[in-house]
């Protein structure tokens, strides 16, 4: 048996293609699991729990079966998808995780995150991140009209994507100090996230011992997984098709 782990799906009704992978790795691969945890960015946006959109209604059933099958499914959350709520989850049937969750698994202490929060270099971002974070502004946004609020997304991502055309690649990759700090903080030697974008593994040096960063890839033309069993962590590719 094994536990997965994926991130940055960035579903919308635009990448069908990215859906249709999805939900033929919940109906196959991840029934096999012993749990499937979200790394963040399942969905390209989120604006609330009450958003009508056909494609989250599809999502919540196709998570919820996995769960009826005997698969927890747990949920960290995203800088896209921050404000996916409780409501929502209960739908899915999924579990909301914090921000920064250790796991012990298989033997292993294992520190999992959405990765954004490593990102220390971006400025920027990271004053962004911190104020639309604040509970009250979170809270103001959602009892808005969801028209204003669609609108709000869109020029939001709009916003953002211009802001990132400009930035070099260095500063919105993690920061390795922060890295070390946060796994050093939680005692861990494994951490797996997502966000960058850049599936890899990389060794490194935290509690004065080898270490490990997981990296998870984004879901553009083919999926992306960490997947850890009693012998061994291992990070995939795989076809949609699949």
Avoid at 97 to 123: M, P
């Amino acid at each position: 048996m094994a536990t997965l782990f994926i991130a940055d799906l960035h579903l919308q009704t635009e990448e069908p293609a990215i859906t249709a992978g999805f939900l033929r790795f919940l109906a196959g691969t991840a029934r096999d699991a012993d749990a499937l945890y979200i790394l963040g960015d399942l969905f390209e946006a989120w604006i609330g729990d009450d958003d009508p959109n056909p494609l989250h209604h599809e999502i919540a059933s196709a998570i919820k079966s996995l769960v009826d099958h005997g698969v927890p499914c747990f949920f960290i959350h995203g800088n896209r998808d921050f404000l996916l709520g409780k409501r929502f989850a209960r739908q899915c049937g999924m579990t909301l995780l914090a921000e920064e969750t250790v796991l012990e698994l298989y033997g292993k202490r294992i520190l999992i995150l959405h990765g954004d929060t490593l990102c220390t270099d971006d400025a920027g971002y990271q004053a962004f991140r911190a104020k639309v974070h604040q509970p009250w502004l979170q809270t103001l946004f959602l009892a808005l009209p969801l028209f204003i609020r669609q609108r709000i997304a869109a020029k939001m991502r709009a916003g953002s994507k211009a802001a990132n055309s400009s930035k070099s690649v260095a500063i919105m990759d993690v920061n390795p100090q922060a890295v070390i700090d946060v796994m050093e903080k939680h005692q861990v030697q494994h951490l797996i996230h997502g966000h960058t974008h850049r599936p890899d593994i990389h060794p490194l040096t935290a509690n004065g011992e080898p270490a490990f960063r997981y990296v998870l890839g984004a879901w553009h033309s083919e999926g992306s997984m960490v997947t850890i069993t009693s012998e061994k962590i291992d990070l995939s590719v795989f076809s949609f098709e699949e």
